[in-house]
């Protein structure tokens, strides 16, 4: 089994110990799940009641974090978080390792191109044209479309879909059920009911993208609905045809964002917000959870509500709602005296 001293994990953490123990550790934990052999972290001021309780046998902290008053040992450092990961990597399993090779029960058109160092799992199915690029990983029954390409070292964890022409760069992790290339959500209203639009444009994901279980990125109407390098998406989300996202957001579950919506590098936003079409939103921009943008935000911009306005403006309109409610009981308080 694992374990770790209190000077080794001094180390793996760069922090500093708030006295000296003889202590060895052999696992992580929640603070809530401690015991006499855990390590644990505090990422969040509203669990500070939980340390009193806690058994963990030592406790990351963030050196602002005033240990007085705790009969605990803590270790203090730059980010505890980051910090407590570090430590949990060194007690989680072995990464799962992929032998290179294909499987008999993988379907595999006879003029795709396959890489070297490539593993193909049992039921996947590669069409005509695709290219699978050196050291992938294609699950057990993930799909690859016809002409799609999937980049060196790019992972499709079992039933995620690739659809024809897709681009998929290098390192891309795609999840379970996720799937990139579905036609976008385009129809012609009419008296005979809803034309089809045909979606005939790609999706292409720059190198380094994450995609959750159950994500879906429409396929363009023409050219291409691109997410770029380094982006990171939740679970399901719902992409629309022509959207173009930067490098380095960060898109958390339940978000949906409507056709052709432009958004730059390093946005964030939060689980259920929604973006209306043809938006342009800035670098740097934090959508908060549930808000609804029905307007283009400068870089940025901190916004909030439905629909979505700046933060202190949320906050300043949710203080008058109160006034108001405090002032309807003055008035009917009024209104009774001068029956």
Request: with cysteine.
């Amino acid at each position: 089994m694992k374990a770790l001293n209190l000077t080794q994990i001094l180390e793996i953490t760069e922090g500093t110990a708030n006295r000296e123990a003889d202590i060895t550790i052999k696992e992580v934990s929640a603070l809530i799940d401690g015991s006499i052999n855990s390590i644990s972290f505090l990422g969040n001021k509203r669990y500070i009641s939980q340390i009193k309780d806690s058994q963990a046998a030592i406790i990351l902290v963030d050196k602002e974090f005033d240990t007085q008053g705790f009969d605990k040992l803590f270790i203090s450092c730059e980010d505890p978080s980051a910090s407590f990961t570090k430590v949990a990597n060194y007690f989680a399993p072995p990464t799962i390792e992929y032998q290179a090779g294909i499987d008999p029960a993988a379907n595999i058109a006879e003029n795709a191109q396959i890489g070297e160092d490539v593993y193909i799992g049992p039921g996947a199915i590669i069409m005509d044209g695709a290219t699978i690029g050196n050291n992938a990983v294609i699950c057990a029954n993930a799909y690859v479309g016809h002409q799609a390409e999937i980049g060196a070292y790019s992972i499709l964890y079992p039933n995620s879909t690739v659809r024809e022409r897709c681009i998929i760069g290098q390192r891309v992790i795609l999840h379970s059920s996720c799937v990139i290339g579905t036609d976008g959500f385009g129809f012609i209203p009419g008296k005979d009911g809803h034309k089809k639009i045909p979606q005939i444009g790609i999706v292409q994901l720059h190198d380094d993208v994450e995609v959750g279980s159950c994500t879906t990125i429409d396929r363009a109407r023409f050219g291409k609905t691109i997410v770029g390098e380094g982006t990171k998406l939740d679970n399901i989300i719902q992409i629309g045809h022509n959207v173009i996202i930067g490098k380095h957001c960060f898109i958390v579950s339940l978000v949906a964002i409507a056709g052709s919506v432009q958004i730059g590098n390093f946005v964030t936003i939060a689980g259920q917000a929604g973006i209306s079409g043809h938006l342009q939103i800035g670098d740097g921009c934090t959508i908060m959870g549930k808000a609804g943008v029905t307007r283009d935000l400068n870089p940025g911009e901190v916004v909030m509500g439905m629909p979505a306005t700046s933060r202190r403006e949320f906050i300043a309109d949710r203080a008058q709602l109160r006034k108001i409610s405090k002032l309807e009981k003055r008035l009917k308080a009024l209104e009774e005296k001068l029956k």
